[in-house]
């Protein structure tokens, strides 16, 4: 196990907006911005970064950036929470001494699509030969596919899946850079067009173009760097399948419930620890998910403990307090987005900003429950 | 058709040429029941082209054990008609000479 909070993050930047859209940059101008602004942030160049992980192909973004060839390279892609398992690998490499300044970024054109390749393999990937005749339409129609199981077996409702995407704009509503600011109420999110049952439009994410990118070292380090270290005490990952319909359970994550504990565990934290969650939310099932499968709340309890407002702006365990990709941002692969809030919130510099956040957990998703990565920040050095 | 461990008879989906979990069991294929019961779905509101009107994507648990994602069909795609836990039965669908998929429709007398 690493050392509980043997490793920071120095630099941190986001390039997110309200009209969701960065039109003059193509996907790898936004990766290069984020790094560039997060170099600048920890007070260091291109030259004194040794180790690169993106998604996609880290060679491009090496030498678009300038940097002198790295001794870590990590091009992990296992959907929108890659990011969480980049910062993972980057703890585990600066430890075992494999490199000791660590750029994790993320850039993704997904409302304007420049210089973007397409999602989707052909028609011989699995996929498409056990899901794709379906009728199946993008994760829309996929990601939600488990959740009426999930009704079913714990009496979770339409309204509690509203009022998800009711807190979390309540959140966004304090966020200038939120794109959907405007407040809802369930009878909103239920009157909203119909994806695909019991989907409606308003607990789906939204899409827009953004950027993100972390400066990682270690602890010893980090008072070189004019930053506040935002120290990383655990993480977890896991994977589970590539399949919707080839989950174990369809009520539970199998990913989730490796990735969230091992990341407490290693911590050294309880739930009782944590003043601050985000929770990746490509759609309002996952929040619910994610409550329950982290040992938040009890089996079932998830649905109710949103819809009493224990999320919300002054509740308990306040979660996705940027607004989440329901009304924040989201580009495709949001979990960079979830690791900047996570920042930003131990950071104490967040637009909601939560008062005295000690430990804030940041978890991901990533393909339609296929994978999962967890950190654990924290303002102190245990 | 569905592929199963010979020394367990534990059936598994999609078919591969190893018994997933433990290679070293030998598999065979057998003529599964072609029953199944709706374990969860969602009613895609605009599926692609070749679809007519919202169609349920439906995951099914077949009496053998796996799951698998289908549509239900000669059934209303509203969920007035989707029932979890309904008694299914494989209705299969000639494509063309190569293909036939793997529809379920509710099953008749129970």
Redesign the interface.
């Known amino acids: 196990m690493p050392t509980r909070g043997g490793t920071a993050v120095v630099g941190a930047a986001e390039m997110v907006n309200a009209s969701g859209r960065i039109p003059e940059l193509s996907q790898l101008g936004l990766q290069a911005g984020a790094a560039i602004a997060a170099m600048k942030d920890a007070g260091i160049g291109p030259k004194d970064v040794d180790g690169i992980a993106c998604v996609g192909n880290p060679a491009e973004v090496a030498w678009y950036l300038g940097m002198d060839p790295p001794s870590y390279v990590d091009g992990t892609s296992v959907g929108g929470c890659s990011f969480m398992l980049h910062v993972r690998h980057a703890v585990a490499a600066i430890e075992a001494g494999l490199a000791k300044t660590i750029l994790v970024t993320h850039g993704e054109s997904g409302k304007s699509q420049l210089g973007r390749a397409g999602f989707g393999g052909g028609r011989q990937t699995m996929n498409a030969q056990y899901e794709g005749w379906t009728g199946v339409t993008g994760p829309p129609s996929m990601f939600t596919i488990p959740v009426k199981r999930y009704m079913k077996e714990t009496g979770t409702t339409e309204e509690h899946l509203a009022a998800v995407a009711v807190a979390q704009r309540e959140w966004a509503g304090k966020n200038p850079n939120a794109v959907m600011k405007d407040p809802i109420t369930v009878d909103d999110v239920l009157n909203s067009r119909m994806i695909a049952y019991p989907f409606r439009l308003l607990m789906c994410c939204l899409v827009t173009d953004g950027a993100g990118a972390l400066i990682i070292t270690s602890a010893d380090r980090a008072k070189d760097f004019p930053t506040k270290p935002v120290y990383i005490l655990g993480t977890g990952e896991s994977v589970e399948t590539p399949m919707v319909s080839q989950m174990k359970d369809l009520t539970r994550s199998g990913a989730f419930r490796v990735a969230g504990p091992r990341a407490m565990s290693d911590a050294g934290i309880t739930h009782k620890d944590v003043n601050h969650l985000m929770i990746y939310d490509a759609f309002a099932h996952l929040p619910i998910y994610g409550l329950e499968d982290l040992g938040f709340v009890g089996r079932g309890e998830a649905g109710p403990f949103i819809a009493a407002g224990n999320t919300r702006p002054g509740g308990k365990l306040p979660l996705n307090t940027n607004g989440g990709g329901l009304s924040y941002t989201h580009s495709g692969m949001y979990g960079m987005y979830a690791l900047q809030e996570s920042v930003r919130q131990v950071r104490g510099t967040a637009a909601a900003q939560v008062p005295d956040v000690k430990v804030a957990v940041s978890h991901g998703v990533g393909g339609m429950f296929m994978a999962s990565g967890t950190i654990v920040f924290s303002n102190e050095r245990p | 058709m569905l592929q199963r461990s010979k020394k367990s008879g534990q059936a598994y989906?999609?078919p591969r040429p190893f018994f997933p979990g433990d290679p070293s069991q030998e598999v065979e294929w057998f003529q599964a029941s072609g029953k199944a019961t709706l374990?969860?779905?969602?009613?895609?509101?605009?599926?692609?082209p070749?679809?007519e009107g919202?169609?349920g994507?439906?995951?099914v648990k077949l009496a053998e054990g796996p799951?698998?994602?289908?549509?239900i069909t000669d059934c209303e795609q509203t969920?007035e008609a989707l029932i979890?836990d309904m008694a299914l039965e494989l209705a299969p669908h000639t494509v063309n000479e190569e293909v036939t998929?793997p529809l379920f429709r509710p099953a008749k007398g129970g």
């Open positions: 989906f999609p374990l969860s779905y969602v009613i895609n509101n605009r599926p692609p070749g679809f919202p169609v994507l439906c995951v799951t698998m994602l289908t549509n969920p979890l998929l």
